[in-house]
């Protein structure tokens, strides 16, 4: 028996559970997984005691992820890069750290979406966490460029010199976006949580793929993106279920078949 869980705060609109039970159900394996809706300040100790009861692994979810980036004893390069971690696996003393985000994101855009992302122009708009935790995985898939375009200039230029050993990263203002088409435009500002979209040069989505990282509603990201003749548009509800597959993977060696449970979630 697998015991696993995902700690956040809060955690009831959590989709975890459901996903992570199709996939122990595919795979054959006896999966307990588990909600913990840890204190704000009581991250560690609500994991301490989880791994007393024989724990194999865990998910982390917002606010958490600095602090199981702080927690693990060793990490992986995408956890590094990141600088924050979603998915520990315990061996022993060990906890390993992992940040599946990007992974997720990559393996919905060239598996369920069909796209190669060789050669492609990318551009994201956002410098913060959820940027930093994509950038490494988008770069293995060998883009011509990949733009960060932010608020504040000085965050994107900062977070693409962090990664231009790995490929070719810029960043600047969003004010600076050119209006000329690229191929992929990655929305991942917390905008849309707003209700709002950043106001920027319209001609860069004009037949680009537009894909924004939140799920479970029509964004204003994705209503701007229709309006400017964007030739694919899609939420982050494959990334969710993507990452969770390779959180997944990391834990059992078992790699589930995510489409099933992607048509099943979008109802």
Known sequence: MYELAVFGNPIGHSLSPSI????????????????????????NQSVQQFIEKGANGFNVTVPFKL???NLATELTLNAKMAGAVNTIK????????????????VND????????LKGKKILILGAGG???????PLLRQQPSQIMVANRTASK????????????SVSGFGLDKIKSEPVDLIINAT?????????????????????????????????????????????D????????????????????????????????
């Open 20 to 43: 992570h039970a199709q996939f122990a159900q595919q795979t054959g394996l006896k999966v307990n997984y588990a909600k913990i809706l840890a204190p704000i300040d009581g991250f």
């Open 67 to 69: 602090d199981a980036f």
């Open 90 to 105: 315990i061996q022993k003393n060990k906890l390993i750290g992992e940040n599946t985000d990007g992974l997720g994101l």
């Open 109 to 116: 855009l060239t598996q369920n979406l069909g796209l190669s």
């Open 130 to 136: 959820a940027t930093q935790g994509i950038i490494l």
């Open 156 to 167: 994107a230029e900062k977070l693409a010199h962090n990664f231009s050993q790995y490929g």
């Open 190 to 234: 917390s905008a849309s949580l707003d209700g709002n979209m950043p106001e920027i040069a319209s001609g860069c989505a004009d037949n680009a793929i537009c894909y924004d990282l939140m799920y479970g509603k029509q964004t204003p990201f994705m209503d701007w993106a229709k309006n400017n003749n964007a030739s694919i548009i899609s």
């Open 236 to 267: 982050g509800l494959g990334m969710l279920v993507e990452q969770a597959a390779s959180s997944f993977e990391f834990w059992t060696e078992k790699k589930p078949d995510t489409r099933s449970v992607i048509k099943k979630l979008r109802g």
